[in-house]
């Protein structure tokens, strides 16, 4: 699905200045240039092809997929991303409590997502997300990209990479939405193959 060339084309290995550094990321920091730290690519790859893997196995298995992003330049490319692969998105304020409070706020016959994809693990004060600490709550595994200032502790398969750039942006977006849409074919086709047997 991707190359490394791809990773570095779309800027994924640029990380945040030195200063901001959250101290659990630094296994996944390859060197600091003019005070920038720059993410392992390597590294990155390992994991974003897990990611994808379980994100595509989720897809497979009729799962319910919720893509999650709080920067407002990205809401039209996450929310269209959504639509087409045929998941959900979910790109303005999260009221805390949606997913640990839903048999209350929504009645006893709503489903939870079966996997949550955060395309930016930060809300906009810089905090970590907090749809994150109640995914982990309810035991509901998340996908996350997580740049050198972000907490990649809660997050099940964390995607160590540039969080900021449009480029790495539309790369993540066009990665998980062939994931996800190959994973749906791969499931009609074995339908149809059930079928005729």
């Not at 997580?146 to 160590?160: A, F």
Request: aromatic content about 10%.
């Amino acid at each position: 699905l991707f190359s490394l060339k791809d990773l570095f084309d779309a800027r994924v290995h640029l990380g945040h200045k030195k200063g901001c550094r959250h101290r659990f990321m630094e296994p996944y920091i390859f060197g600091c240039r003019l005070d920038q730290d720059i993410i392992d690519l390597d590294q990155t790859m390992q994991h974003l092809q897990l990611a994808l893997n379980f994100t595509a196995h989720i897809a497979y298995r009729k799962g319910i997929i919720l893509f999650i992003s709080r920067r407002r330049q990205f809401c039209h490319l996450v929310e269209s991303t959504a639509r087409e692969c045929g998941e959900y998105a979910h790109t303005r304020y999260w009221q805390g409590g949606l997913l640990t409070n839903a048999h209350i706020q929504f009645g006893a016959g709503v489903r939870l997502p079966d996997l949550i994809i955060f395309l930016s693990s930060l809300n906009n004060v810089f905090g970590p997300h907090v749809a994150i600490r109640d995914a982990a709550k309810m035991n509901i595994p998340t996908v996350g990209v997580v740049d050198t200032n972000c907490n990649p502790c809660l997050i099940t398969y964390p995607i160590p990479g540039n969080d900021d750039s449009p480029t790495a942006m539309e790369l993540y977006c066009k990665l998980f939405r062939m994931a996800i849409i190959r994973a749906k074919d791969k499931r009609r086709q074995s339908e149809v193959f059930d079928e005729l047997r």
